[in-house]
């Protein structure tokens, strides 16, 4: 399987404080054991180190996530992710620019989206978006 995991479960991952027995953080868990093709895109590298502080937080932010393969956007997914976004709006969903480029990202490169935020769940909804339960 082909999984792209976003920011909401990385940041769940990566906390000291983890609580454990988070259903997204042990699926995250499994998918890394079964050597799952688990894979990252640069908008949810960078919102990870900007809501993480401190230079031992970014090293091991860095050094954990940077042996992932990076789906990189390309023009064609910029202009697919807004067409997303118009295509929501006129159904009555607000989604986010970035939300609608990591959506765009994971139908593109055909991978399943972990994540813990609801605002995918109604994308996939009306589009081909996949989630990972």
Do not use: Y
């Amino acid at each position: 399987m082909r999984v792209l995991v976003d920011t909401s479960v990385w940041s769940l991952a990566l906390r000291r404080d983890n609580p454990g027995n988070i259903p997204a953080v042990t699926v995250l868990g499994r998918l890394l054991a079964q050597n799952d093709l688990v894979v990252i895109t640069g908008v949810i590298l960078q919102e990870l180190l900007q809501g993480f502080s401190g230079p031992r937080d970014r090293r091991l932010i860095i050094e954990k996530l940077s042996s992932l393969p990076l789906l990189v956007p390309d023009l064609d997914d910029h202009i697919h992710a807004a067409e997303l976004r118009n295509r929501c709006r006129r159904k009555g969903i607000q989604v986010g620019t970035i939300d609608a480029l990591i959506a765009r990202l994971a139908m593109a490169h055909d991978c399943s989206l972990l994540t813990t935020d609801k605002d995918f769940q109604a994308i996939a909804v009306i589009t081909e978006l996949r989630l990972v339960n």
